[in-house]
């Protein structure tokens, strides 16, 4: 099994920034890709950033493009989300999910965090 442990989320005002942490432990050979998903009240869960566990093949949803950053530490077992220029429409609950290879479908990822959620006040 692998466990995920989101941090960092929290009330922030358009254009801010916030750092999520997410905190991986267990069967190592599952971590391949790691992404960011986030769901919003009312929508279904999207894809918001994905990256190679290696540090490589990152990638961002169209959204969040030139705005948020995704980077893995592999030494301390932890990925993040650097979120910045905040817009109220990223208000959502957001996930950190790990699967076998880096994709943009939810249903690719088998491993699932709580959640933590940010809010993004205009």
């Known amino acids: 099994q692998v466990r995920l442990v989101e941090s960092g989320g929290g009330l922030v005002q358009a254009g801010g920034s916030l750092r999520l942490s997410c905190a991986a432990s267990?069967?190592?050979?599952?971590?391949?890709?790691m992404g960011w998903l986030r769901q919003a009240p009312g929508k279904e869960r999207e894809f918001v950033a994905g990256?190679?566990?290696?540090?490589?093949?990152?990638n961002y949803a169209d959204s969040v493009k030139g705005r948020f950053t995704i980077s893995s530490d592999s030494a301390k077992n932890t990925v993040y989300l650097q979120m910045d220029s905040l817009k109220p429409e990223d208000t959502a609950v957001y996930y950190c999910?790990?699967?076998?290879?880096?994709?943009?479908?939810?249903?690719?990822?088998?491993?699932w965090g709580q959640g933590t959620q940010v809010t993004v006040s205009s």
């Open positions: 999910a790990a699967g076998p290879a880096l994709a943009t479908t939810p249903n690719n990822y088998n491993y």
């Open positions: 990256i190679n566990w290696s540090g490589g093949g990152a």
């Open positions: 267990g069967r190592t050979f599952s971590k391949r890709a």
